[in-house]
């Protein structure tokens, strides 16, 4: 059966130390996996996308087949990357998202 | 372009009502899903609609149901509301399925 994980709900960090939010997935084929973010009074948007292995706001994230994971890190976090942070994943042939239940993410001044 | 739009974005209902909640998809985009966001359950997928046509159904019950039209905006009806269908309802359209999903503001419903 589909399942995102994220093992942690809350996440504190302070502004330039480095944060990683964990993802894990399982899924028997080949998946793609994707980040959302919320920000307060915001739609949620998405982050990034694995196959396009780019970097956005700072942030990376590499999917790791070996060991079922998709984690996201920022070398340096900011105030303003304090946000709900949904790691998705989708089937090959639907369009469904798989959402785990999310990490809320503070960063202090 | 112009993003994904819900209306209403506040409902209140009784329970024992029903309700119908409208998306209207980025312009060009033919796909259309619904997700159901709730504290206890998190983000759960209702159901999906390209080119008008239901592709794949979440595990809620038949009271909820979904259309799509011909210019791919969407509709979703809940009948016979429950205290339980309280939710943000989530509206997420795409270029085409699969693909990259974006969403709307969602319709926050509370049933009294």
Redo the contacts between chains.
């Keep these: 059966a589909q399942r995102v994980t994220q093992p942690e709900k809350l996440l504190s960090v302070f502004k330039g130390a480095p944060v990683e939010l964990k993802c894990n997935y399982s899924y028997s084929g080949s998946p ?1 996996l ?1 980040w ?1 973010v919320q920000y307060s009074r915001q ?4 982050l990034l ?1 694995h196959i396009s292995r780019e970097s956005i706001k700072g942030f990376t994230a590499d999917l790791n087949k070996g060991e079922t994971s998709f984690h996201l890190k920022k070398p340096f976090a900011q105030e303003e990357d304090s946000a709900m942070y ?1 790691c998705a994943l ?13 990490t809320q993410l503070t960063v202090w001044p | 372009k112009a ?1 994904v739009t819900q209306t209403p974005r506040y409902l209140i209902k009784t329970r024992g009502q029903q309700v119908t909640l409208s998306c209207s998809p980025i312009s060009g985009h033919r ?1 259309v ?1 619904w ?1 159901q966001q709730t504290p206890g359950q ?4 209702l159901f ?1 609609y ?1 080119s008008e046509t239901q ?2 159904k ?1 595990n809620f019950p038949g009271r909820f149901s979904g259309r799509q039209f011909s210019n791919s905006r969407s509709e979703m009806n809940v009948s016979t509301l429950e205290l339980g269908d309280s939710a943000l309802y ?1 509206c ?1 359209s ?1 270029l085409a ?10 319709t926050r419903l509370t049933v009294l």
């Design positions: 793609e994707f959302y739609r949620l948007q998405l996308r949904y989708r089937g090959s042939t639907l369009g469904r998202l798989y959402f785990g239940r999310g | 993003g796909s899903s997700y998190g983000l759960q997928f999906e390209f592709r794949n979440g989530l997420a795409s399925s699969p693909d990259t999903q974006y969403f709307g503001p969602g």
